[in-house]
């Protein structure tokens, strides 16, 4: 079994409008969309991805979300369902724009999380909580498990990349790391080219 972080570029402050339900239309456009394999993945093992949907969409949930910003104080955090997170996925992915993905096995997953996140990238890319890379309560919306999502600001990606010519990607020793270190180094410079922030979904 493998895990992937998938990248999207997705300004957070444009949820706002959608999670305040003024976007209805995407109870529609989602289900036809890039994100219907999401939402049937969800219904194939008895989730409703669907409710969660029209729960974020406008419903009190969705409004709370809206009311405390995409990066709210700690306290304001909100676990999410199993559905009600297969339809945050449904929905960043739709409203996203791909900029990459990255994969790894099971088995390689303690090295992404506590080296690539917690060392690697500190060392090659500046000091910074990495971690928020993949698991980033935006909107004080989180899972206990798996899926968890997370992202950089804009403003974020362009500090990273202050200083470095495109494409200039840093070298690491172990192939593996480098292989998700040109991944990661592409999603940044794909959003910071597009001005907007990145998005990510690791599941």
Known sequence: MGYSVRFFRLNWDSLIPALNGERMGLLKEIPKGPAKSI???GLSRGLDPMEGLRELLGGDLGRKAAARGPEPAVESIEDLSPGQALAWLALTE???VPAGQLV??????????????????PAVLGPFDWYLL??????????PGY??????????????????DPGDVPEI???DEQEWLEEVYGAIESAHAANTDLITQYY
């Not at 790894?104 to 990238?121: C, I, M, Q, T, Y």
């Not at 899926?147 to 470095?164: Q, Y």
Request: aromatic letters at 10%.
């Open 173 to 175: 020793e172990d192939p």
């Open 104 to 121: 790894h096995n099971s088995k390689a997953g303690p090295a992404f999380r506590d080296h690539f996140l917690e060392v690697s990238l």
């Open 147 to 164: 899926p968890t999502w997370g992202g950089l600001r804009a403003a974020e990606c362009a500090d990273f990349l202050r200083g470095r």
């Open 94 to 96: 739709h409203l996203g």
């Open 134 to 143: 993949v698991d980033r309560p935006l909107f004080g919306l989180t899972f």
């Open 39 to 41: 939402l049937s993945s």
